[in-house]
């Protein structure tokens, strides 16, 4: 069975503090390893895919990488806007890739 | 429209109740998915049609659980006699891919209560 695990499940940080966030995968036969956001009441907002290991995205503050079992988010000198939660998600190839496989989050605040 | 749009964003049933959401997509999307979202849980996957077919509904819950997309456009989740897990957020997302979900264009969620 597919798996995706998010780490931390929270994350306080001071306006300027970079830091990372993990995101471990267990599928057979990875198609894609996506990235989104969320903000509270809203759907999800499309960050980035991934497809292969040594993959590197980046999107303003943001950086996304991908290795074989697991992805990190950057976030270089966070500002109070990049407070959010963010969801890492897994498809798989095959049949089944039409569909996401959802850690449950990292809620990040960065406070002012 | 400018975005996938779902109604009622917020409901509150009765337990034993019955209850329709809609998901409209984005015009010409041809993918579409409903998700669960649990709170302070990440979504998870119900069900994924192209197009009017319903090809994968491995995640729907119960036979309560049933969706809908007969014209390939505006899709809608029924859930009979709801129950009181049956609380959270359901989420539709569209994409313009047939093979895969690539970028998923996501409402804001219908809410669900069950009293």
């Known amino acids: 069975e597919d798996q995706v695990t998010q780490s931390p499940e929270a994350l306080r940080l001071q306006e300027g503090e970079s830091s990372s966030l993990n995101c471990s995968y267990t599928v057979s036969g990875l198609r894609g390893l996506f990235w989104y956001r969320q903000d509270p009441g809203k759907g999800p907002e499309f960050l980035f895919t991934l497809y292969s290991a040594g993959e590197e995205k980046e999107k303003e503050r943001l950086k996304a990488t991908l290795t074989k079992k697991e992805s990190f988010l950057h976030i270089t000198a966070p500002k109070p806007e990049d407070s959010a939660t963010y969801l890492c998600?897994?498809?798989?190839?095959?049949?089944?890739?039409?569909?996401?496989?959802f850690g449950g989050g990292t809620r990040v605040l960065v406070k002012p | 429209g400018a975005g996938v749009s779902q109604s009622p964003r917020y409901k509150v049933a009765k337990r034993g109740q019955d209850v329709a959401l809609r998901c409209d997509p984005i015009s010409g999307h041809v993918s579409l998915f409903w998700y669960q979202q649990a709170l302070g849980q990440g979504p998870e996957f119900l069900t994924y049609?192209?197009?009017?077919?319903?090809?994968?509904k491995s995640g729907l819950p119960s036979d309560r659980f049933f969706a809908e997309r007969p014209e390939g456009s505006v899709s809608t989740l029924k859930i009979q006699r709801t129950q009181q897990e049956d609380s959270a957020v359901y989420l539709c997302a569209s994409s313009v891919r047939r093979a895969g979900p690539g970028e998923l264009f996501f409402g804001e969620g219908s809410r669900l209560t069950v009293l």
């Open positions: 998600a897994a498809t798989r190839q095959g049949a089944a890739g039409n569909k996401l496989t």
């Open positions: 049609f192209q197009n009017e077919a319903q090809l994968d």
